[in-house]
């Protein structure tokens, strides 16, 4: 809503889904994503799904753990007078809601997170192979001996953190 409501954030946001559709299409033009798939040892050339379970399942997890600790957080943020510290905001809450107020908004987190851990994780275990595929065959062209190192480790978590923050843009 803020988003569709400020236009300069409207223009700040199409430019960066513009550069990272441009990175992906560069990266794609060095190496192929079937060539990738199956560096990165993929059966059949399928994209192995363990990989965007095992983030969306670990960001839910260590994400929905915290709920409490951000329920208190936030209704100490809001209500500085009546809520001093954490623990005894803790025990007014649940004293005067009970304990299941802790938990307030903890769907949401889990089906956020879920998603975001599951498209960042996934993405970047996909591209890491085609990555490094794009920086060898660079590599080769320019008749550079040496591997690139870590940037193709870089490309890859930017391609995921992209990927995934535009799929909630």
Same mark, same amino acid.
Do not use: E, L, W
């Given at each position: 809503p803020i988003i569709t409501q400020e236009p300069y954030l409207t223009n700040i946001f199409s430019s960066m889904a513009r550069g990272y559709l441009r990175l992906l299409l560069a990266i794609a033009a060095v190496a192929s994503p079937a060539s990738a798939v199956s560096a990165s040892g993929a059966a059949g050339g399928v994209i192995d799904?363990?990989?965007? %379970? &095992?983030?969306?399942?670990? &960001? &839910? %997890?260590?994400?929905? %753990?915290?709920?409490? %600790?951000? #329920? #208190? !957080?936030?209704?100490?943020?809001?209500?500085?007078? !009546?809520?001093k510290s954490l623990l005894p905001a803790t025990a007014t809450i649940i004293k005067e809601e009970g304990a299941q107020a802790l938990t307030k908004g903890l769907v949401p987190t889990l089906v956020g997170y879920g998603i975001e851990g599951a498209l960042k994780f996934g993405i970047y275990e996909v591209s890491k192979p085609l990555a490094v595929l794009a920086f060898q065959r660079l590599s080769n062209k320019l008749n550079r001996s040496g591997g690139a190192g870590p940037l193709p480790f870089f490309f890859a978590s930017i391609m995921a953190g992209g990927g995934a923050s535009l799929v909630f843009v």
């Open positions: 799904p363990r990989f965007f %379970i &095992a983030g969306g399942t670990c &960001a &839910a %997890i260590s994400h929905g %753990i915290t709920t409490p %600790i951000d #329920v #208190v !957080k936030t209704r100490m943020q809001s209500n500085p007078d !009546k809520y």
